[in-house]
Nanobody
Framework: QVQLVESGGGLVQPGGSLRLSCAAS????????MAWYRQTPGNQRESVAL???????NYADSVEGRFTISRDNAQNTVYLQMNSLKPEDTAVYYC?????WGQGTQVTVSS
């Protein structure tokens, strides 16, 4: 049973940065397809970034060049580095691997 716990969300001004963390247990992140999604009230969950066991990454067009997904195998943790944040990045961000997801962490971008 894979368990995922997100952290690192908060309030940041436009143009600022945040790093989200997703601590995994029950399996190694190096063997999993890991992803970050986000969701705003009344909207569907949106895929933000994906990382395969082989190291391939994929990003939504809206975050390409600003967000970076990575992992630390020793810490069994996946990260989402978010730079040049915009108000439209405001959402609850979820860490995900097929069949499992965390409780989410709120990111608010506002002046």
């Amino acid at each position: 049973q894979v368990q995922l716990v997100e952290s690192g969300g908060g309030l940041v001004q436009p143009g600022g940065s945040l790093r989200l963390s997703c601590a995994a247990s029950g399996s190694s992140v190096s063997r999993l397809v890991m992803a970050w999604y986000r969701q705003t009230p009344g909207n569907q969950r949106e895929s933000v970034a994906l990382l395969t066991p082989g190291g391939r990454t994929n990003y939504a067009d809206s975050v390409e060049g600003r967000f970076t997904i990575s992992r630390d195998n020793a810490q069994n943790t996946v990260y989402l580095q978010m730079n040049s944040l915009k108000p439209e990045d405001t959402a609850v961000y979820y860490c995900d691997t097929p069949g499992h997801w965390g409780q989410g962490t709120q990111v608010t971008v506002s002046s």
